[in-house]
C-alpha cells in the first residue's frame, strides 16, 4: 500500500468549558460543537483513506508482486524512523499555539513557531543526509533480491526528501491543529489522498514501481506543506514566522516539552515500525508482505481512535486554566470508553473473522498466516483504544512525562521478543512479541498512572473504560461467531453485509449499557432535533 507511515465526547455534550476571549473573538464560544467537528473531521478523513487504501492495497501487490510490495514496505518502515528527527516539536507547536492564541499573545506564538520552524529546517538536511547514507551502507544488509537494490536505493533517497519537507510541514500543520481546526487539515488529507490514488493507479496501470511511487509521495507531500502554508497564513495572519526570529527561549521552551513527546514517539517505532524491519532482516523479504497485510489492519483500526485522541490534546491544553476537576474526570471516562466502544466491533471481527476477510480481500494465499497476524494483534486493540484516548489529554495537560519511561521498556521489549521470536516461529512470533508487553504494560502501568495524575480510581477506570462496552458487546460476538460458522461467504459485499446486520446488536447494546439515563436522553433529542433539521431543509 502506498500510504505515509493509528464518538462523540459525551462530557463535551454536558457542558464543555468555553473558550476564552481574544481579541479577535470577543465573545465566549463555547468548545462542544467545535470538539464535535474536529471528531467528525477527523473520522471522515480516516474513514476515505482506509477505503482508499482497501481498495489500492490489493491493486499495488498484484502490479508489484510480493517481492516488490516487500521491498517497499520495507523501506518506508526503515525510512520511517527518520520521522523521529520531528523530536516532538510539532506536538509542542500544537500545544503553545493553542495557548498563546486563547490568550491573544501572537507575539510569543510567533517565537515557538518561528524557533521550530529552525528546529525543523535543521531536521529536514538531518533527514536527507540520513537517507544518503542508508542507501549506501544499509541496504546491502537487508534481504533485498539483488534486482531490487538500485530501486531501493533510489526510494530511500526520494523518502528521505519526503521526510524533509514533512517535517518542515509539521510547523503549519501544528499551527492549523493549534487552532483547533482539524476540518482544515482533513480536507487537505482528503484531496491528498483522492489525487495520489488516481495518480498511482495510472502510473501501476502503465507498468511503472516503486521508484515511481516516490516520485508520487515526495510530490504529494509538497503538495501538502504548499496548502497548509497557506491556510495557516489566512487563518492566523498575525502569526509571523521567520527562522531567524527563533532564539533560545523559544527553543527551550519547545523543548521543555518535546522531548517527552519524541521519546514517546521512539517508543511508538519501536513498537509498531520495527516489526517489518525485523522480518526483513531475518526472513525473506516476501514475509513482509504476509505481515503488513494483517499489521495495516490494525493500524487501520488504531486510525479512528486517534480522531478522539488528538482532539483531547489542544482541548485539554485550552481549558486547563479552569481547574475543573470533575469535569476533567468525564472527559476521561467517557474519552476512554468511548474508545474502546470504537475499536470493539472491528477487533472482535478481526479476530473472529480476519482469515475470512484477508482470504476474500487479497487472496487465499494469505487468508491464513497474514489472518494469524490480525487475529493476534487485535488482542492489543481491545485493551490500547482507552489509554490511547486518555494519553492525548494527559499529553495536552503536560502530565504524559512518567509514560515515557513504561513506552520505551515496552517498545525494547516488543523489540527483543521480536528479535527471539521471529526466529522460532516466524513472522507470528513478531506479533507475539508486539502483544505480549502492550498488554502488560495497558493491566499493570496505565490503571495506576491514570489515578496519580488524574486521581481516579483504577476500578473506577477499569469499569467504565473496558468493562461496561465488553458486556455491551457479548451478543454482537456471539452473533459473528454464528455468522463466521453457518453462514459460508464468497464475497466481500456479503461479508459487509453479514457485518451490517450483526452491528445493531453492538449499538443496542451500547445504549443500554455504556450509556445512563441522562445521556441517553440527551442523545435522543439531538438525534430527534437532526432528523427535525433534515426534514425541514427537505
Same mark, same amino acid.
Given at each position: #500500500?502506498?500510504?505515509?507511515?493509528?464518538?462523540?465526547?459525551q462530557a463535551v455534550q454536558e457542558g464543555m468549558l468555553e473558550q476564552s476571549p481574544t481579541a479577535n473573538n470577543p465573545k465566549p464560544v463555547s468548545a462542544k460543537p467545535r470538539v464535535i467537528r474536529n471528531v467528525v473531521s477527523n473520522w471522515g478523513a480516516y474513514v476515505l483513506a482506509m477505503g482508499v487504501n482497501f481498495f489500492l492495497s490489493p491493486y499495488v501487490v498484484r502490479h508489484l508482486g510480493d517481492n516488490g510490495y516487500g521491498v517497499w514496505t520495507l523501506i518506508l518502515s526503515l525510512t520511517g524512523y527518520l520521522g523521529l528527527l520531528d523530536l516532538g516539536v510539532r506536538g509542542a507547536?500544537?500545544?503553545?499555539?493553542?495557548?498563546?492564541?486563547?490568550?491573544?499573545?501572537?507575539?510569543?506564538?510567533?517565537?515557538?513557531?518561528?524557533?521550530? #520552524?529552525?528546529?525543523?529546517?535543521?531536521?529536514?538536511?538531518?533527514?536527507?543526509?540520513?537517507?544518503?547514507?542508508?542507501?549506501?551502507?544499509?541496504?546491502?544488509?537487508?534481504?533485498?533480491?539483488?534486482?531490487?537494490?538500485?530501486?531501493?536505493?533510489?526510494?530511500?533517497i526520494i523518502t528521505g526528501l519526503s521526510i524533509a519537507a514533512s517535517l518542515v510541514n509539521g510547523v503549519y500543520g501544528g499551527i492549523l491543529v493549534g487552532l483547533q481546526r482539524f476540518d482544515l487539515t482533513n480536507g487537505i488529507e482528503i484531496a491528498n489522498n483522492l489525487l495520489r490514488t488516481i495518480t498511482i493507479v495510472l502510473f501501476l496501470h502503465f507498468g511503472y514501481g516503486i521508484m515511481t511511487l516516490a516520485l508520487?509521495?515526495?510530490?504529494f507531500t509538497l503538495a501538502r506543506l504548499v496548502a497548509n502554508f497557506s491556510l495557516a497564513r489566512h487563518f492566523y495572519p498575525e502569526l509571523k514566522i521567520n527562522p531567524a526570529l527563533g532564539d533560545r527561549a523559544g527553543t527551550k521552551l519547545i523543548f521543555s516539552f518535546s522531548v517527552y513527546s519524541f521519546l514517546m514517539h521512539v517508543s511508538a517505532s519501536l513498537i509498531y515500525a520495527s516489526?517489518?524491519?525485523?522480518?526483513?532482516?531475518?526472513?525473506?523479504?516476501?514475509?513482509?508482505?504476509?505481515?503488513?497485510?494483517?499489521?495495516?489492519?490494525?493500524?487501520?483500526?488504531?486510525?479512528?481512535?486517534?480522531g478522539i485522541s488528538q482532539t483531547m490534546t489542544p482541548l485539554a491544553s485550552s481549558t486547563e486554566a479552569k481547574k475543573d476537576h470533575a469535569l476533567m474526570e468525564k472527559i476521561v471516562l467517557f474519552g476512554s470508553r468511548a474508545g474502546t466502544m470504537v475499536v470493539l466491533p472491528i477487533a472482535l471481527t478481526l479476530m473472529i473473522r480476519g482469515?475470512?476477510?484477508?482470504?476474500?480481500? #487479497?487472496?487465499?494465499?494469505?487468508?491464513?498466516?497474514s489472518g494469524k497476524v490480525i487475529r493476534i494483534l487485535s488482542l492489543t486493540l481491545l485493551l490500547w483504544a482507552a489509554n490511547s484516548v486518555t494519553g492525548g489529554t494527559l499529553l495536552g495537560l503536560s502530565k504524559h512525562k512518567p509514560i515515557v519511561p513504561m513506552l520505551m521498556a515496552e517498545g525494547v521489549c516488543n523489540l527483543a521478543l521480536s528479535i527471539f521470536l521471529v526466529r522460532r516461529i516466524g513472522i507470528v512470533g513478531v506479533a507475539w512479541g508486539t502483544v505480549i508487553p502492550s498488554v502488560a504494560s495497558t493491566l499493570i502501568f496505565w490503571?495506576?498512572?491514570?489515578?496519580r495524575?488524574?486521581?481516579?480510581?483504577?476500578?473506577?477506570?477499569?469499569?467504565?473504560?473496558?468493562?461496561?462496552?465488553?458486556?455491551?458487546?457479548?451478543?454482537?460476538?456471539?452473533?459473528?461467531?454464528?455468522?463466521?460458522?453457518?453462514?459460508?461467504?464468497?464475497?466481500l459485499f456479503v461479508f459487509f453485509s453479514q457485518v451490517a446486520l450483526a452491528?445493531?446488536?453492538?449499538?443496542?447494546g451500547y445504549w443500554l449499557v455504556c450509556l445512563d439515563g441522562t445521556q441517553r436522553t440527551e442523545y435522543s433529542r439531538g438525534i430527534s432535533k437532526s432528523f427535525e433539521r433534515a426534514f425541514a431543509r427537505g
Open positions: #500500500m502506498a500510504s505515509d507511515v493509528p464518538v462523540k465526547v507547536v500544537t500545544r503553545y499555539v493553542a495557548k498563546f492564541h486563547s490568550q491573544a499573545d501572537h507575539k510569543s506564538a510567533s517565537n515557538v513557531a518561528s524557533s521550530a #520552524m529552525l528546529i525543523f529546517s535543521s531536521a529536514g538536511l538531518i533527514a536527507f543526509l540520513t537517507s544518503l547514507v542508508f542507501a549506501t551502507l544499509i541496504v546491502g544488509r537487508l534481504s533485498i533480491p539483488s534486482q531490487y537494490l538500485g530501486a531501493s536505493r533510489f526510494v530511500l508520487i509521495q515526495l510530490g516489526d517489518n524491519v525485523v522480518i526483513g532482516t531475518f526472513l525473506p523479504v516476501s514475509a513482509v508482505t504476509f505481515y503488513a497485510i494483517g499489521g495495516n489492519l490494525a493500524e487501520y483500526t488504531r486510525t479512528l481512535v486517534a482469515g475470512t476477510f484477508i482470504g476474500l480481500w #487479497m487472496g487465499q494465499e494469505y487468508a491464513d498466516l490503571p495506576w498512572y491514570i489515578r495524575a488524574l486521581g481516579i480510581h483504577p476500578v473506577t477506570y477499569a469499569i467504565s473504560a473496558w468493562v461496561r462496552p465488553v458486556v455491551a458487546v457479548v451478543p454482537f460476538a456471539a452473533a459473528t461467531v454464528a455468522i463466521e460458522r453457518y453462514w459460508p461467504v464468497e464475497h452491528l445493531p446488536l453492538a449499538l443496542a
